[in-house]
């Protein structure tokens, strides 16, 4: 593998992301899959409406927790790359390129893979097919199953329209994710609301049990469940992979990690309780397009078919910006040497790392094959891990740099707010591997691969 040191004069980044757009960023990276397609399944392994909101609660303290870690760790490094830059400085080269490799599998292109599907399977309202369960050719069976259909080809094909958007400028990109975010955001408003006002649900679906479809115990499957919520929270770091192109970034950034995890936990809430009004957890097991069959009960089929496209469209936000946020984590690491080198070039008119969005895109292409709820795992598994180091990281850049920043909100009642997000995310892992070994040991062998990579790859160079 050829590592070319990159030239001072080739064309850079640009500092052109103000507030709003890095907290559109985030709010969209946020708001996807996990909120319109993993309740269903929660309903089924958790059995309660309660649990179902109690575990939604703890995994925004939980994003909360990392987002003001992650704001104090931003405005000490203002520098595009996120935990690769962070686990670098702290823990040296290898655990950099370690967390960027994962980064590059399980933090983006399988996100952006899983968001796609879920876009899929919401237009399955209009269109049968593109329901992920009508995939006409399956090949394996279980969690090694590969599946090919039409919702499969159009998640694809959505995937490649906005990574080839985004080779032609963050500008351009940034304007369409701004109005994106917007869209969303008045959505989701406009479902809760009208919900509660004018839909047709039940409050007494939140005292109706139903019968668990999980044979897991409750606390185990708890921690399992928060796995994929915290994949649908995951994203409250997304603006500082793109620090090096926000402006006024020590200011800006734990402004908008702020604000853009707080909007979305208000925003989940409200989902989550509307779609338990709406529906009886009964109906709602399995049921990956839970936002289509609530609006369904609310409104009727007819106006559950313009929902449904609404919410398919949130879910293009949500493309939009983990498209945009992967290729500067990757530009990060080959500006330093530490991936292959065309990552790092950037294109001299349009100012973005082509080689690093296409590479991207091509893989969450392939990954769109593989099972929805295995992905979930997969992702949620790699995202614990290496989120749970960064915060970790803290400790040690306090211990050795005396001139080091600290963040007000992080020194309250220091170590509680990252010795807690740690002690859950190690949980998680622990009960993620003993109920779902393939996904969570395939996690895990990302990173041993990575290791293996640098050791007789990069470093033997």
């Excluded at 179902?52 to 703890?58: E, K, P, Q």
């Excluded at 876009?119 to 399955?124: A, C, E, R, V």
């Excluded at 973005?352 to 590479?359: E, Y």
């Amino acid at each position: 593998m050829a590592i070319l040191q990159k030239p001072a004069s080739t064309p850079a980044l640009l500092r052109q992301l103000g507030f709003f757009s890095a907290t559109a960023l985030v709010i969209s990276n946020m708001v996807g899959t996990g909120i319109f397609a993993t309740t269903g399944y929660m309903a089924g392994d958790l059995g309660s409406a309660g649990l179902i909101l109690a575990c939604w609660g703890v995994g925004a303290l939980f994003a909360l927790a990392g987002a003001l870690s992650y704001s104090e760790l931003g405005i000490n490094f203002p520098s595009s790359g996120g935990e690769y830059v962070y686990l670098t400085h702290a823990f040296g080269p290898e655990w950099g390129f370690m967390t960027g490799w994962v980064s590059f599998f399980a933090g983006f292109s399988a996100p952006i893979a899983v968001t796609a599907l879920a876009f899929s399977d919401y237009l399955g309202h209009f269109s049968p097919s593109l329901k992920l369960a009508s995939a006409t050719a399956t090949f394996g069976s279980g969690a090694l199953s590969l599946s090919l259909g039409r919702g499969q080809l159009l998640a694809s094909c959505l995937i490649a329209a906005f990574t080839i958007l985004n080779c032609f400028g963050l500008g351009r990109a940034a304007k369409v994710q701004n109005v994106l975010t917007s869209t969303k955001l008045l959505v989701i408003a406009a479902f809760v609301l009208l919900g509660f006002g004018a839909g047709s649900g039940s409050w007494s679906h939140f005292s109706e049990a139903a019968a668990r479809t999980s044979t897991v115990s409750l606390p185990a499957q708890f921690f399992v469940s928060l796995l994929w919520v915290m994949f649908g929270y995951s994203g409250w770091n997304a603006a500082t992979y793109v620090a090096e192109e926000v402006r006024r970034p020590e200011r800006t950034l734990p402004l908008a990690l702020a604000a853009g995890t707080g909007i979305v936990a208000a925003a989940y809430m409200g989902l989550n309780l509307v779609y338990i009004y709406a529906t009886p957890l009964k109906q709602m097991q399995g049921v990956t397009a839970v936002g289509e069959l609530s609006a369904a009960n609310l409104f009727g089929p007819r106006v559950a078919g313009a929902f449904a496209a609404l919410m398919a469209l949130c879910l293009v936000s949500t493309v939009s910006a983990e498209v945009t946020v992967g290729p500067r984590v990757y530009y990060a690491m080959a500006k330093n040497k530490a991936f292959f080198s065309a990552a790092a070039i950037v294109h001299p008119r349009w100012h973005t790392p082509v080689a690093a969005i296409l590479s991207q895109g091509l893989c969450a292409m392939i990954m769109t094959l593989t099972p929805f709820r295995e992905l979930l795992t997969y992702i949620g598994m790699s995202l614990a891990f290496f989120s749970a180091l960064s915060v970790a990281s803290l400790f040690v850049y306090r211990r050795r740099r005396p001139g080091w920043q600290r963040l007000r909100a992080v020194d309250f009642a220091w170590p509680l707010i990252p010795v807690a997000y740690i002690l859950v995310a190690v949980a998680m892992m622990v009960f993620g591997v003993l109920q779902h070994p393939v996904a969570s040991l395939t996690a895990f062998a990302t990173v041993g691969a990575g290791a293996l990579i640098y050791h007789f790859g990069l470093r033997a160079e």
